[in-house]
């Protein structure tokens, strides 16, 4: 057997080895993230129910170019949130389908760009000693293509990395001492 033959074969059995990994995944996924805000639910919740006010701490708002729509409700379950921009933040839809107030949100998220998804978004606000503890929530099926693409490019950490950074910016803004003495 020649040298070529012999790298052949090994790169087709590390690519089979990949694919057959990858099958194994997961058929759904799940990605977490929780911070302690000094708050109430009740002075958090304006900020989460009203996509308008994502905008000053959603850590998808990168591209200042970026064509957004909002329609439907003016707030809460039927408000609907269209966007489409450059490369890092795609195109795509978040709609609220369900509230709890003040404790649970609820949205689906469809994604057309730069891949085809469709995922539940969760927020929940439970009192705790110290304020609100604030949990963003995704999940959602995993077809074979997203645990191919994981296998390589580690998405709970990506995805982690993006609820931590706007975690961080909506407790900034819901622990202002002016947004605080205006709450109801």
Not at 11 to 18: F, G, N, S, Y
Not at 21 to 36: C, E, I, N
Request: proline share 7%; net charge positive.
């Amino acid at each position: 057997m020649t040298t070529i033959a012999i790298i052949a074969i090994a790169i087709a059995l590390a690519i089979a080895a990949v694919l057959i990994y990858a099958a194994t995944k997961p058929d759904t996924f799940r990605y977490d993230r929780s911070t302690l805000i000094n708050a109430t639910p009740d002075q958090i919740w304006p900020l989460i129910v009203d996509l308008k006010q994502h905008s000053a701490w959603s850590p998808f708002e990168k591209d200042p170019n970026m064509k957004r729509t909002l329609s439907g409700a003016p707030s809460g379950p039927g408000q609907v949130y269209e966007w489409s921009g450059n490369r890092e933040v795609g195109s795509g839809k978040l709609e609220i389908v369900g509230a709890n107030v003040p404790s649970r949100l609820q949205m689906k998220l469809h994604m057309y760009k730069p891949m085809k998804a469709l995922n539940d978004v969760e927020f929940v606000l439970v009192p705790k000693a110290g304020g609100t503890e604030f949990t963003w929530s995704m999940h959602g099926p995993q077809p074979y293509m997203g645990k191919l693409f994981s296998t390589f490019v580690d998405c709970e950490k990506m995805c982690g990395g993006m609820f931590e950074e706007g975690l961080g910016k909506l407790k900034a803004l819901a622990e202002k001492p002016a947004l605080r003495g205006n709450a109801a």
